[in-house]
């Protein structure tokens, strides 16, 4: 199975800062990679797929870059409502496998 | 608007089994591969199956291969999963998922269903 190693696995930020987080697959996976945002007691929303698509309605502060192993979501201008539990996951090669999760906070 | 609505989840004793549905309604169903989703209780996520939009394919994580069947029923655009000879460890929330046509993205979750596993 190919493993997704995230990090960090919890951060603190202050609004209107910019934060990055980091997604490590253990094997080459050709960008066939999503971020998936989960808010407190919600199911998880499609943010970002192919690595840096934008998925439909979400703020344009989001954005995805990275290949071969190495991926990151970065948030620009931190707004509250992006306090979540942020999630990538590959589909490059089943069984389809996600990171642990980012926990993002306010500081 | 997509909307994905998991019931049957509840409080099931180890080895038993348990069906879960998800009734699927604004968008047509029978085009849509779909999937199931679980989360362990404060942990993170985990793919368990898909299936073919016309039922014809299915796909299992290795966990649940011979125990668990995904299945579906396009004239009542509804999605289940038959999980038998249940354990402790596959007590979780299970979301349903519509996939996307290109790249079989998780586009769409379902609120969740939670079973809990125990004697």
């Known amino acids: 199975d190919i493993q997704m190693t995230q990090s960090p696995a919890s951060l603190s930020a202050s609004l209107g800062e910019t934060v990055t987080i980091e997604c490590l697959a253990s094997?080459?996976?050709?960008?066939?990679l999503a971020w998936y945002q989960q808010k407190p007691g919600k199911s998880p929303q499609l943010l970002i797929y192919?690595?840096?698509s934008l998925n439909d309605g979400v703020p344009s502060r989001f954005s995805g870059s990275g290949s071969g192993t190495q991926y990151s979501l970065k948030i620009n201008s931190l707004q509250s409502e992006d306090v979540s539990i942020y999630f990538c996951?590959?589909?490059?090669?089943?069984?389809?496998?996600f990171g642990a999760g980012t926990k993002l906070e306010l500081k | 608007e997509v909307q994905l609505v998991e019931s049957g989840g509840g409080l099931v004793q180890p080895g038993r089994s348990m069906k879960l549905s998800c009734a699927a309604s604004?968008?047509?169903?029978?085009?849509?591969?779909m999937a199931w989703v679980c989360q362990a209780p404060k942990k993170g996520l985990e793919w368990v199956a898909t299936?073919?939009?016309?039922?014809?394919?299915?796909y299992y994580r290795d966990s649940v291969k011979g125990r668990f069947t995904i299945s579906r029923d396009n004239a009542k655009s509804t999605l289940y999963l038959q999980m038998d000879s249940l354990r402790s460890e596959d007590t979780a929330t299970y979301y349903c998922?519509?996939?996307?046509?290109?790249?079989?993205?998780?586009?769409?979750w379902g609120q969740g269903t939670l079973v809990t596993v125990s004697s």
């Open positions: 998922a519509r996939l996307t046509t290109v790249g079989h993205w998780f586009a769409y």
């Open positions: 604004g968008f047509t169903f029978n085009n849509y591969d």
């Open positions: 299936i073919s939009y016309d039922g014809s394919s299915t």
């Open positions: 094997e080459d996976i050709y960008s066939n």
């Open positions: 192919y690595a840096n």
């Open positions: 996951q590959q589909n490059y090669d089943s069984p389809y496998t």
